[in-house]
């Protein structure tokens, strides 16, 4: 099974992701804590993203597409992943179609997480307060919100014309949140 978590930056994508991924028995990828890693380990990926990320911008397409394209060939994504921060552009949703369609799979379901912005930023601005990570700060999540809705958010129809998206409200209790996206995911 092929699953993707889609919302805006601080929706509870990786939060949700972990748990969701357990729970169908799937590995879990995140583009951005794969980057992070990068960015740590100081490897030319991280110094090729670094600067993108701290300023709230996307990483290019080609260098993320290669990434993905390396997992999905991998003996780890062969029988299914759940994807958490990727795809966030139509061309990144484009290449993992072909990826998949070489494989004889596709994209099943596409959790769309919605939260209100407010709260998007609180917790953003939260985790800031407790983890310290250097794209939380009001400056570039203003920045990830606008990428969000003009780079990501057309990927909405991109998946609906497939019929694969799951609306599933982000709002409130984490466990309350799990369980409908659980059921989304089921139907
Ligand atoms: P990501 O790591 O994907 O970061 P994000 O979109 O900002 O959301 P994140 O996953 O951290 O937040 P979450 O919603 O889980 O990307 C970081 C950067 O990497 C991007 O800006 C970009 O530069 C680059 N990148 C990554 N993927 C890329 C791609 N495909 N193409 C190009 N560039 C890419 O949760 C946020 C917080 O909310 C957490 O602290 C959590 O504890 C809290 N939270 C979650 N659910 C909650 C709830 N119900 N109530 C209260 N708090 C909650």
Same mark, same amino acid.
């Given at each position: ?57 996307? %990483? ?27 795809p966030?552009? %139509?061309?990144?949703a484009?290449a993992v179609d072909?990826i998949l369609?070489?494989?004889? @799979?596709? %994209?099943?379901? &596409? ?35 606008? &990428? ?36 989304? &995911?089921? @139907?």
């Open positions: 099974m092929y699953v993707m978590i889609l919302g805006a930056p601080g929706s509870g994508k990786g939060t949700q992701g972990k748990l969701l991924a357990a729970q169908l028995g799937i590995p879990q990828i995140s583009t951005g804590d794969l980057l992070r890693a990068a960015v740590r380990d100081g490897t030319p990926l991280g110094k090729q993203a670094k600067g993108y990320m701290d300023q709230g911008l996307l %990483v290019p397409d080609d260098i993320i597409i290669g990434l993905i394209r390396e997992i999905l060939d991998s003996e780890a994504g062969r029988g299914g992943v759940l994807m958490d921060g990727f966030r552009t %139509v061309p990144q484009e072909r369609a070489a494989k004889h @799979a596709r %994209v099943d379901h &596409v959790a769309l997480l919605e939260v209100d912005e407010q709260e998007l930023v609180r917790r953003l601005l939260d985790r800031a307060a407790k983890e310290g990570r250097s794209d939380d700060n009001l400056q570039s999540i203003r920045q990830r919100l606008r &990428v969000f809705h003009e780079q990501t958010a057309p990927l909405i129809a991109f998946y609906d014309q497939q019929g694969v998206v799951r609306r599933v409200p982000g709002m409130g209790d984490i466990d309350a949140i799990q369980q409908r996206l659980r059921k989304a &995911v089921a @139907a």
